[in-house]
DNA sequence: TCTAAAATTTAGTCTTACCTAAATTTTATT
DNA sequence: AATAAAATTTAGGTAAGACTAAATTTTAGA
């Protein structure tokens, strides 16, 4: 009865998932913009994840779609694939944070699950990927996160970096030198009201760093 | 100008170079077995990788193909990925020598060439699989290999087991219990003039085995 | 050398996954 | 509430890579 799940399928339900974590439901311009492909085509696939058997998303015309019980499973099977591998290849085969990310986009629809167990293991069972993503569970549930965006915090306020968006190599070299790393304790010294710049202790730094909203959108933290 | 070489191209690359490495042109049928295609899907491809730019095969109507250089660079690629793969796996991952193939099968097509040459800087660029199949070097030449078939053998002769063909399992799970493994020495005890069966003893065995050709004819040694 | 079988190619289809251009629907602004 | 802009869908195509059935060519056996 159920279809297969084509790499380009994989690629939509895990953006689409993404999406749904912000803003319920995943607008067709998000998706094309995401995938890097035409609006149009976006709607022609939506169509046929809806009708599927069993369907992946619950689409409604100009309105975006969501993911059923069966295209979440999908997409957290492709995270969890994501994870493991940009964990594996930092710990193993000695990447660094900046390159891992699109080599695990093309090695995710493509490993088997017991290449997948045999990761997990060898690396064991590790929970957070090396930009701190959560990496869901063996049996796909993807953990409770209660971070929040390190641009909503403001002066005096102190946090932990927890994770960092994994996509943009240049970002992650930037963090990187400035010592925003998961983990790291960060102390707010300043808020600037009108560019949202933050001014941030971050500890382990000699001096402080100033951070506009192209950077704290990007990086989470738990109060 | 060079048009993309897609996992499918890849494919059917690797299997001729390994038909060629026999019979030098690799026939449209024994092409369509290996991939398990079509015949007549085969002689479209074929068509196409003789007229692409610049051309992967030289292809004669009813004559089959042999590879052109780019075609045979693009396949010692594979073929590179593959073998390097398959001793990762091993070696990284704990996998038994009859469950990588399959898997390198498929990632061979996926990696990076960063990829590669981490693998092979972490293995110190190992020149066989485990299986003992020659891996190309990084400049994509196969070394000279003068092995030859067990099957060729006579009596009293003596060889050492060099590579065995790795694409079934059950086959190689067989070899490993009767010790037939690459680097092992072997003395032929007897050959059966009318079937073939060869009474083999192998290094560090108790008793002595009789292998049909269909064992003898997937085993390489030298003598 | 003739002929039957085997191998190969041609012709015509299909599905996936993309595209552009045009039509439609939603939304945001006056 | 009207209308312009933005988002989305429809309609009509394309290319890759497979398929089947039928035609053709090669090969091998009598
Ligand atoms: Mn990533
Ligand atoms: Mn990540
Ligand atoms: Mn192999
Ligand atoms: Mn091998």
Chains 1, 2 share one sequence.
Not at 29 to 55: C, E, F, H, K
Not at 101 to 117: G, Q, R
Not at 195 to 221: C, H, I, M, P, R
Request: proline share 4%; with cysteine; net charge negative.
């Amino acid at each position: 009865m159920s279809e297969i799940i084509t790499q380009s399928i994989q690629d939509y339900l895990k953006h689409i998932y993404e999406l749904n974590e912000h803003g319920s439901s995943a607008s067709t311009n998000d998706i094309a913009t995401r995938l890097n492909i035409a609006p149009a085509s976006v709607t022609g696939m939506l169509q046929r994840l809806a009708n599927s058997t069993p369907p992946l998303v619950i689409y409604k015309k100009h309105q975006g779609v969501t993911l059923t019980k069966n295209g979440e499973k999908a997409a957290l099977e492709v995270i969890r694939h994501h994870r493991l591998l940009e964990t594996f290849l930092v710990n193993t085969l000695g990447y660094s944070w900046d390159e891992v990310h699109c080599e695990a986009d093309k090695l995710e629809h493509v490993i088997s699950e017991d290449f997948e167990a045999r990761m997990a293991k060898a690396l064991g069972n590790p929970t957070r990927d090396p930009h701190g993503e959560l990496i869901p569970t063996a049996d796909l549930t993807m953990p409770a996160d209660k971070s929040c965006l390190l641009a909503s915090l403001r002066t005096n306020e102190t946090a932990t970096v927890r994770r960092v968006s994994d996509d943009d190599p240049a970002l992650l070299r930037h963090l990187r030198k400035i010592g925003v790393v998961p983990e790291v304790k960060i102390t707010i010294k300043n808020y600037s009201e009108f560019d949202g710049n933050l001014t941030v202790k971050v500890e382990g730094q000699k001096s402080n760093v100033v951070l506009g909203t192209a950077v704290t959108s990007q990086v989470f933290v738990d109060k």
